[in-house]
């Protein structure tokens, strides 16, 4: 019973982060057509940013891990506006193009960092709070997963708030089911889109910063591995659906770490792939995906 | 006296393929003859040494996968980041059934290209029915599946991290040694041309057309009644065999398997190699090939070997550094690749750029 119970509370953090990326992703993609493949690299390198703040006092406290995912956070930002207005900027419309712009981008920023920073996996320094062990149900269950998935739920509640109850929620919203009418009717969509561009990279910073205190350690490529599972979330859930994208996340991990643990370690991964193909067949627009994708 | 039948028969203009295609050719055979010192840029200290030739027949290794892939994603527009399936399982089944089951050498490559198809058959009848992105993002998954399974290696097949050696006791005579450099690079430039033709006659097919058209639109393709999946399922198996036979020379060129090849970094190696060539023109892909296996297996020794220092020698030791610069660069201002350049963009309209992924009528 503690098993499956670790393994739960396993998914769930898990789940957290492929949510933190795939919202980001879904958002973006469902407004304006717009795949960023360099997203893991927001993660990445806020993941570097959080453990260089991290560094500073050999013994973080609670308040100074919450500086160290307000540092990653920012960074994820500024990253991706620097990003957006670079290359998305000249390639709306034209998603191979981006796909493959942000691909290269992607793994030129990966060479970067393991040319400067080397590949070796480097300790993310958590402190004593979320290292604490908790017991819940026999299972010891270190603080620092259920930090992750109260960071995750909290983020999911914000977004559909900001969503559901904000002007600009509104427009986004609008934009996602049809964004030529909200342009026709004289709205800068484009504005929007930087905005969720950017949020998506603070998530996606923040999400780096989670990632540290999930795996323990972090290293250059920490960004990719997570990343392919954040698209199949994103697609499961149907792009343009933040509360899609969050069920996803929930299965995507749930199955993975369960499948596994009793099966055999790689074997999730491949059923994962089984779950897409097979959600695609019956529901070609993902679970909450409001029309099928015709780009 | 002239009859209305007499339509004077216009004279092909003079292409210079015609002349460098057969020159490349010529110099492609005669390559292990030239005794000529390879100034660092091929790894032997020759042309013609053992490691310069394999060299060579590595990039005309890649060069074969490249040119696998330009059929679905150049001519029928399908983008998909999966292609390492393929390849790296055509190298791994050759090297399982050589190593693993001791099946002689063309029994081998019989399995990796029978099985690869199928795989490819099973795969694609679910998920080319989805558009491009979705499809994308499949074949991702799909990838990244195979390259965990390879490296978790559940039924101890596939040596691990470690990759498989081939010992070379399922290679005919004429293949093992170091010696014998010559006939594996001999080898792997047949098989290349074999691709090549292969693939030069599916894509000017009546088949071929429908590829095109339903890259461009597919929409409109149904709309004339011809049932697109079962083209693109056509497409979809082709360049899975051709690319599995292209793994198999891997296989034989590298002396076994590693987890690179079924990775998702190589199924991008292969999408670099495309774009960077030229998407739809098949020989682009070969000078993609050399660019990316320069880049990969030469500039790091070259950066290593000089005296810049760290860490900047370790940045650009990383191959996909300059690789994905260039390949940035390509894709936002040559799309045609250096064939479009060498051409001139707009003489190919369609096949110069790049298609916008099909979607599936709603």
Known sequence: ?295 | MTSPLDIPRTRRRFRPSWIVGPLALLIGIVLPFVNVPALGILPGSTVNAPGSLLFVAAAFAFAGAAMSYDIVFGFAGLLSLGHSLFFGGGVYLFAISQEVFHLDMWLSMLVALVFIGMLAFIVGVPTLRVNGFAFAMVTLALASAGSVIVIQDPFNITGGDVGLTLSGDGLPEWLRGIKDARNVYWLALVVMLVIFVIAWFATRSPAGHVWEAVRENEGRVRILGLRTLDYKLGAWVLSAVLAALAGVVYAIVFSGANIFVASVECAIAIQIIVILGGVGRLWGSIVGAFIYVFASNRLPDIVSSSDIPQPWGGVLSQPLLPLGIVFIVFVLWAPGGIAGLVEGRGRRQGSGGLAQPTGATP
Request: charge should be positive; glycine fraction near 14%; charged fraction near 10%.
């Open chain 1, 1 to 295: 019973m503690s098993t499956v119970i670790t393994l739960l509370i396993g998914s769930l953090s898990l789940g957290a982060l492929y949510f933190m990326l795939g919202s980001g992703l879904t958002l973006s993609f469902g407004l304006m057509r717009v795949v960023n493949f360099a997203h893991g690299a927001f993660l990445t390198l806020g993941a570097f940013a959080g453990y260089a703040i991290l560094m500073l006092w050999p013994d973080p406290t609670i308040w100074q891990v919450m500086l160290a995912a307000l540092a990653s956070l920012i960074v994820g930002a500024l990253l991706a506006l620097v990003i957006e207005w670079a290359f998305i900027r000249r390639l709306y419309d034209r998603v191979v193009a981006q796909l493959l712009v942000t691909i290269g981008l992607g793994y030129v920023i990966l060479a970067l960092l393991s040319g400067f920073l080397t590949d070796d996996p480097r300790r993310f320094p958590t402190g004593d709070f979320l290292e604490s062990i908790v017991e819940i149900g026999g299972a010891r269950i270190p603080a620092g997963r259920l930090v992750i998935i109260g960071v995750g739920v909290v983020v999911f509640v914000l977004i559909i708030v900001f969503l559901r109850s904000t002007r600009h929620g509104l427009i986004i919203r609008a934009g996602v089911e049809n964004s030529a009418m909200v342009t026709a009717l004289g709205i800068d969509i484009r504005r929007s889109f930087v905005l969720v561009f950017a949020l998506g990279g603070a998530l996606a910073g923040l999400g780096g910063t989670l990632a540290g205190v999930y795996f323990g350690s972090i290293y250059p490529s920490l960004g990719q591995g997570l990343l392919i599972f954040s698209f199949v979330v994103v697609v499961m859930g149907g792009t343009g659906s933040v509360v899609g994208c969050g069920i996803a996340a929930l299965i995507v991990a749930t199955c993975q770490q369960f499948v596994n643990f009793y099966i055999g370690h790689g074997t999730g991964d491949f059923i994962v792939v089984i779950l897409l193909a097979g959600v695609l067949l019956v529901r070609p627009q993902g679970l909450l995906g409001k029309k099928a994708l015709a780009i």
